[in-house]
Every structure is written in C-alpha cells, then in structure tokens.
T-cell receptor, first 115, second 114 residues
C-alpha cells in the first residue's frame, strides 16, 4: 500500500522568502507524484506532476518539485513567496492500494505568507 | 460553464432527509470521482466511474449512493446521514483512470448534517 506524509500542517513564510513544503511517500512501484493547491472555497488545482523523465519538475505560478527516489521525497519549492500563494497544498501519489489504483493524498500543508 | 461544476455549493440537511449532490464536467473526460474532504484528514476517495461504469467503491456506507447517467454527469444521493458525514464533497474528472492523468476538481459541496 502507498502513503504520503506531509511534514508540517502549517508553514509560515515572509513575502519574498523561499517556500519549502515537504512531502515523503511510500510506494511499492515507481510512483506518479502530484502537488495540488486549494484556495479557500475552491476545489483542488494541479500545480505540477512527476510521471517519468526529468526529476526536477516545473509547475504553474513559479513552483517546482524534485523527485528524489533515494529519499522517497517530492518536496515543493518556490524561490520567492507572494501573498497570493497563501493556500493549502496537497501532495499525492498514484499507485496501487487496497482494491485498485488510485490517488492517495497527504493531509495537506497550510501556507501562510506574511508581509 | 467550463471545467467541473458542482451544485449545490452548500447544503444543510437533517439525518432523515434525502438529498442529492450534482456534478457536471465540461471537459470531455471519461472518468469521474467523488471525494470526501474532512478537516485534518486526507482526501478520501469514495467512488470512481469510468465510461459510466463504477470501477471503485472504497467501502463507503450505503447511505451514500452514486449515479452516473452519462460521462458528463455524476450524482451522489444521500439518505439518513450522520453528523460525522458533514464535510466538503469534491467531484473530479480525468481523461481516463490511468495513472498520471491529472484530475480536475470542482469547487465542492459543503455538507452539514444536523
């Protein structure tokens, strides 16, 4: 079975500072990995995904993530935070669990951006 | 309308009521999903439909009954719910159910069970 662990349910950064949101996964097969963002009163929106190929993945809004197989990690970064980045971020892994293949989500990290 | 839409956006119901949640996708996708999002818990996949056939049911109580009349519409029929069923219910769609496919989410229905 697969699982996702997001370290830190709340992260606070200053505007212009580096954003680092951590995600570790477990999967019995090579994983497909995703980061989604959820703004208040909205559904989830895909930021980026890793399936195969280059391990550094660039997404929307200046975010990127690096797949590190040896560390089973897929941390999300952004060089300079903006107030509009305040939202909840979810890491997810696609793979086999229980009765079939599905996306398994982490519990989310709430990002706060301060002036 | 574009993307994935859900109605109603908010719903308050008593434990003896019967109500339905509606989801519509305007993306031409073949797979649709229902998720439950509760505070401080990971999203829980409830149902998966592919080409209008249910392919996954993750041990969801029978008081939740899905219906997929065509590839664009998905319903979740609710009856005799419990207060612990209060949550945000998200609908999503994807091109198909293969791994690596992006899922597009609707804004959700905030359900409160009294």
């Amino acid at each position: 079975a697969q699982s996702v662990t997001q370290l830190g349910s709340h992260v606070s950064v200053s505007e212009g500072a580096l954003v680092l949101l951590r995600c570790n996964y477990s999967s019995s097969v090579p994983p497909y990995l995703f980061w989604y963002v959820q703004y208040p009163n909205q559904g989830l929106q895909l930021l980026l995904k890793y399936t195969t190929g280059a391990t550094l993945v660039k997404g929307i809004n200046g975010f990127e993530a690096e797949f590190k197989k040896s560390e089973t990690s897929f941390h999300l970064t952004k060089p300079s935070a903006h107030m509009s980045d305040a939202a909840e971020y979810f890491c997810a892994v696609w793979g086999f669990t229980g009765g079939g293949n599905k996306l398994t989500f982490g519990t989310g990290t709430q990002l706060k951006v301060e002036l | 309308e574009t993307g994935v839409t859900q109605t109603p956006r908010h719903l308050v119901m008593g434990m003896t009521n019967k109500k339905s949640l509606k989801c519509e996708q305007h993306l031409g996708h073949n797979a649709m999903y229902w998720y439950k999002q509760s505070a401080k818990k990971p999203l829980e996949l409830m149902f998966v439909y592919s080409l209008e056939e249910r392919v996954e049911n993750n041990s969801v109580p029978s008081r939740f009954s899905p219906e997929c009349p065509n590839s664009s519409h998905l319903f979740l029929h609710l009856h005799t719910l419990q207060p612990e069923d209060s949550a945000l219910y998200l609908c999503a769609s994807s091109q198909d159910e293969r791994g690596g496919m992006e899922q597009f989410f609707g804004p959700g229905t905030r359900l409160t069970v009294l």
